[in-house]
């Protein structure tokens, strides 16, 4: 069976509670009030099985009402056990076994991220035992050591979260990496696509050129200059076109039209159904109406995805009445 990190330290905490509980049960001199020892070993069982298991499978962070509990617990059992017995044995082992317990329950609290309260656990704990045995003897009876181990604890749970912190950082670094070969990949093929597509074009009319010397007819002229068109629409505004812009592009300029796309990200983050719309709408545009120039512009705009404007020759009165055709094309359907 696997076994958590979680898991295996609950096992052990709740381990050395047990010790602890079973050195307060096993005493050697019966105690004068053995009923207030048999409570506070009691009230440290319910507390300390709280601190532990009370929503860990769900959190780390440990309720602050439990851990509440737990620090009125560690005034309250050291009094308990102090009144249980006769002076003479407060030092004997099984008398002294709240100093380790209690420095257990500060180390719960500290792991489970309630810190303040951990630490507040031991300065209760010290003042309780130097009341009751005086400083030096608690310190020579265990005291040392719970203050140790909750400083060793509250250092590892530092060391642990920044572990943890650097390994989602490291993780997000890693992702953001691995999108950034995905686009570069992605760039590469759209690259290569267009250098087949080029290759395609132009390279039967430069095969051309070059065995007649550039001494093209005036057809081959046209098909060079419908060639360069098509290339440079390919590399302004490849995200406009498809088979029937290409072609209604391509039918203005046999008719001596002057047609210029540019796209400047207008249909950024449009789904690829919008998208199509969009380029069917702009083919429909162009085949219906006549103009001389033509400039598609597809600009980062938060209502138009592309605005298409018709011009007519120079010669005109004015630029506003050489305006043919003016048609915005939004980014939402209005369907």
Known sequence: ??????????SLAVGFAMYFVARGVWWIEQPTAPLLMVAAIGVYLVVVCAAILWDSATSVRMPLFTALLALVAS????ALVTLSLDPATLTAPFATWYIGALGLLGIVCVVRRRLAIGWLIIVVLIAASSAALGFFVALSLGLVGSVM???VAHLLVMFWDRAVHDTERLAGIQQAV?????????????????TQFAVAVAGPLLSRAVATQGE??????????LAEGRLRDEL???????????????EARRRGAVVTVFDEGGLDELTEE????????LADVLREAHAERWIIRAARDPRTAVTVVGRASAGRASDDDAVDVWHEIPRESAH
Do not use: C, F, Y
């Open 274 to 281: 919008r998208r199509e719309e969009i380029r069917d709408e």
């Open 236 to 250: 302004r505004g490849a995200d406009l076109l498809n088979d029937a812009v290409r072609d209604a592009i391509e």
């Open 216 to 225: 093209l007819d005036t057809a081959e002229r046209l098909e060079a200059r």
């Open 75 to 78: 005034g309250v059992i050291p």
């Open 149 to 151: 181990w909750v400083a």
């Open 1 to 10: 069976m696997n076994r958590t990190v979680r898991s295996v330290a609950t």
């Open 178 to 194: 691995s999108a950034w070969h995905a686009t570069q990949q992605v760039r590469q093929k759209e690259r290569r696509l267009r």
